[in-house]
């Protein structure tokens, strides 16, 4: 990808000046990923995090929650805590954010919460506590920002070539005119094809990235069926995850910008098919280790792709798979899961609450303005 | 001339390579070292938390004196234990116990609606689970650190400067130590 940036920073420069002009189309090229860069470096994962109307929660308010990242950080060797966030939406989902070792961020939607056992909670945060360890956060903003420069560099070209007209300004000399045209061909193609190019290639990584961490994740838990079961509950939802958009959409476990319909396994996906990556990870039976999740993966997708790095592999020993733990959430029904959870987000949202004698539970938003507020049920005055 | 100074030259890789392997050594020795105190950090957490668990479930569970008295037992026993081997044969007694005692649970549904037994549940399930993934992590490092002191060259500088192998925290049988399934419905 940072090729094709290169090469097209090189053939636009060249257009405008044969001679020098190829450099300082690099050099723009360059600058300007490196400035876009530099921006979402320092500004770090609160824009994710606020575009997506994230909340941080703390061990006292969703305790098992923040025990399951902490077990996972524990697991996969991550010397650093990342923060826990949870999204109101019913959709069930979570991504992993942060450009830094030490400042990252996991979040989850309260969906998530209400639908998932204890296991399948740990396997999903395993995915994203390895996507953490493996820096593809970093990674995708990286070839991320890279795909936007070069779709904005081929607009821009492509603009000023049908508005501007810079045939003529530099045909002094006929030599020079000839390699203009020549250069004015190869650069139309370019920018036609480099944008698509580099999508295609970004999607593939995105993609290859998304195994990689389901292989992790199994080996942090040691317990494939607790992510395929959590795929599974996530794949069957038909909520929709409104703050998601395409520039997020990579970070999160599974596609949230999914359309009925829509065939996952498309080239122009950020993540793989979910039924195939629930195929892989049930057909893992004997050790939790990176090569199992290779061969199941060679064996299931008829692939001969090196999803993990071969060192990787190489280091790699059996390791046992354990049984369910068969624990669920706080509270014993799915209602009461769901009101638990729906509870917390109003909290997190500045909810207040008044218990009236008469069993209602009143949930009073930060905006209401009235001193006093009626019990919808028996008619008691409260205090608002 | 040229033999002194091809002399010094071998002498000075010589070093080299000691310097190397000798730091390479300490720095697993302390990788060892760390991951073992995150152990003993979950290990001392599982102790303070066994308490608490006994006081609240004092009350629900009059007739299973037996197993909260061995629970009490093997919790003190785990806080004595010294050694590395000690202290894992201990704790493995000390999650048997708990496993027990997780299968009385099912017989009490009054318990199991106690909220502060929930969140209590829940931690002493998180801690088992974080001291499992941190003796998978020390038992890792100390893989890497012993191989490197019985491999030859290294194994040079550890008997020089006094490296010794660590102990593996094992626990007899993995099975053992396992949460038995249990279905909540």
Known sequence: MGVTLILLGFIFGSVYNPKSGGMVGIFIAVALWTVLFLVTYSSGSKILLAVSGAKEVTK????????????????????????????DSPAPNAFATGLKPDNTAVAV????????????????????????????????????IMLGVIVLLSQVFVRSMFYGGIGGRHSKSRDSGQAQIIFLAIAIIFA??????????????????????????????????????????????????????????PMYIANPLKKKGMKLSDLTSTHPPISERIRILRSIAHSADFNAYQNA???????????????????????????????????????????NVGDLVMQLNDFSFINCPCGVKLKIPPSYKYKKVKCPRCGREHKG | MIGVIILIAVLALVVLVF???????????????NAWSQIDVQLKRRHDLIPNLIETVKGYMTHERETLDSITKARSQAVEAQTVGEKAKAEAELSRSLGKFNLVVENYPDLKANQNFLSLQEELTSTENKISFSRQNYNDQVLFYNNKIQMFPSN???GMFKFTEEEFFEIEDEKEKEVPKVSFS
């Open chain 1, 297 to 339: 993966f060679s064996q299931i997708s008829g692939k001969k792709t090196k999803i993990i790095p071969q060192a990787e592999l190489n280091d790699a020993k059996p390791i046992d798979i354990r049984g369910a733990s068969g624990l669920p959430f706080v509270g014993q029904t799915q209602k009461q899961v769901k009101r």
């Open chain 1, 192 to 249: 036609i094809l480099a944008p698509i190019a580099a999508q295609l290639l970004y999607f593939a990584i995105s993609r290859k990235r998304e195994y990689l961490a389901d292989a992790s994740a199994v080996r942090f838990t040691r317990y494939p069926e607790g992510l395929a079961s959590a795929l599974y509950k996530i794949s069957q939802s038909t909520e929709e995850l409104k703050s998601a958009n395409k520039v997020t959409a």
């Open chain 1, 60 to 87: 006292n308010v969703h305790p098992q929650l923040y025990n399951v990242v902490e077990e996972m950080k524990i697991a996969s060797g991550h010397p650093f805590m990342p923060k826990v966030y949870i999204i």
């Open chain 2, 156 to 158: 040079i500088v550890a």
């Open chain 2, 19 to 33: 310097v190397s392997y000798y730091n390479s050594l300490v720095k697993l020795r302390n990788q060892v070292k």
């Open chain 1, 109 to 144: 939607t309260a969906g998530l919460l209400t639908k998932l056992n204890r296991d399948e909670l740990q396997g999903v945060i395993a995915h994203e506590m390895s996507h953490i360890v493996n820096r593809d956060v970093l990674f995708m903003t990286v070839s991320g």
